[in-house]
Nanobody, 120 residues
């Protein structure tokens, strides 16, 4: 079982930046595809970004050009650099993952989430 712990959320003004971090347990982190999701109040959870085991990435259209996902397999870490934040980015952000090339919709390992609030 993989445990995920997010950090780095907070309150930021529109146009600002935050970097979210996700620490993963386990000895085979490099074999996991990882992603970030978010859920705003009253809305469904949505996928934000993913990074696959081979290094390929995916971004939701709403964050392309502003967010960057990366990973450090030596440290069992995955990051989400968020620039030019907008009020509509306000949400709880979750780190998630699964083995190999599992689709994001089927990721089975989840963190507890970290709150990101963007003020206008």
């Amino acid at each position: 079982q993989v445990q995920l712990v997010e950090s780095g959320g907070g309150l930021v003004q529109a146009g600002g930046s935050l970097r979210l971090s996700c620490a993963a347990s386990g000895r085979t982190f490099s074999a996991y595809s990882m992603g970030w999701f978010r859920q705003a109040p009253g809305k469904e959870r949505e996928s934000v970004a993913a990074i696959w085991t081979g290094g390929g990435t995916y971004y939701a259209d709403s964050v392309k050009g502003r967010f960057t996902i990366s990973r450090d397999n030596a440290k069992n870490m995955v990051y989400l650099q968020m620039n030019n934040l907008k009020p509509e980015d306000t949400a709880i952000y979750y780190c998630a993952g699964d083995q190999g090339l599992t689709p994001m919709s089927r990721f089975s390992f989840w963190g507890q989430g970290t709150q990101v609030t963007v003020s206008s």
